[in-house]
Each structure stands twice: as structure tokens, then as C-alpha cells.
């Protein structure tokens, strides 16, 4: 299976930047998608933005031209590099890989953009 954990977290102000990341251990290889999730209080659970295994990219819109994902196969790692962040970009994000059989998230961590 595959595990994932999520770091890069905390407190950003607005127009700001941080930069999270999701280190992937175990059939890495087997990993078709990975994705950045999000969920806010009261809110449902969104796709922020997803990378596959050829390098293809898909962005929500309220995040498109502020986000970027990438990925480093040398270190296993996906990125998220939030830039401009809004208040509206606070949450709980997750990374979320899955493939053949299996669909795996992280634990997630807290992104609080100030105003």
C-alpha cells in the first residue's frame, strides 16, 4: 500500500505564500493520481488540485493562477505552493493518493490564511 504524510502548514497572511508537501512511502510506484484536498469547518471536502503519474495537472478554479502542484520523484514528494492565499483558502488540507485497489489520504494539516 501507500502511505502519505502532509507537512507545511500553519499561519500565512494574506498575499502570502507557503508551500506544502506530501511525502509518499511504500508502492509509490503504483500511484496513478495524487491531489490536494481541502475541507473548512461546516464545509465538504474539495478537490484543490490533482497531478497524475504522467504529469498531468487539474486545478480547481477558485485556486487556478495561485496554486501550483508539482512533484519530485527523486524525493517521492508532491507539492502544493499556495501563493496569494485569500482567507477563504482556510482549511484543512489533505493529500490523497490512489490507484489500482486503493484510495489513501493522509492525516492533514491546518492552513489559516489571516486577513
Known amino acids: 500500500q501507500v502511505q502519505l504524510v502532509e507537512s507545511g502548514g500553519g499561519l500565512v497572511q494574506a498575499g502570502g505564500s507557503l508551500r506544502l508537501s506530501c511525502a509518499a512511502s511504500g508502492r509509490i510506484f503504483s500511484i496513478i493520481v495524487t491531489g490536494w484536498y481541502r475541507q473548512a469547518p461546516g464545509k465538504q471536502r474539495e478537490l484543490v488540485a490533482s497531478i497524475s503519474k504522467g504529469g498531468s495537472t487539474n486545478y480547481a478554479d477558485s485556486v487556478k493562477g495561485r496554486f501550483t502542484i508539482s512533484r519530485d520523484n527523486a524525493k517521492n514528494t508532491v507539492y502544493l505552493q499556495m501563493n496569494i492565499p485569500k482567507p477563504e483558502d482556510t482549511a484543512v488540507y489533505y493529500c490523497?493518493?490512489?490507484?489500482?485497489?486503493?484510495?489513501?489520504w493522509g492525516q492533514g494539516t491546518q492552513v489559516t490564511v489571516s486577513s
Open positions: 490523497n493518493a490512489w490507484g489500482l485497489g486503493y484510495n489513501v
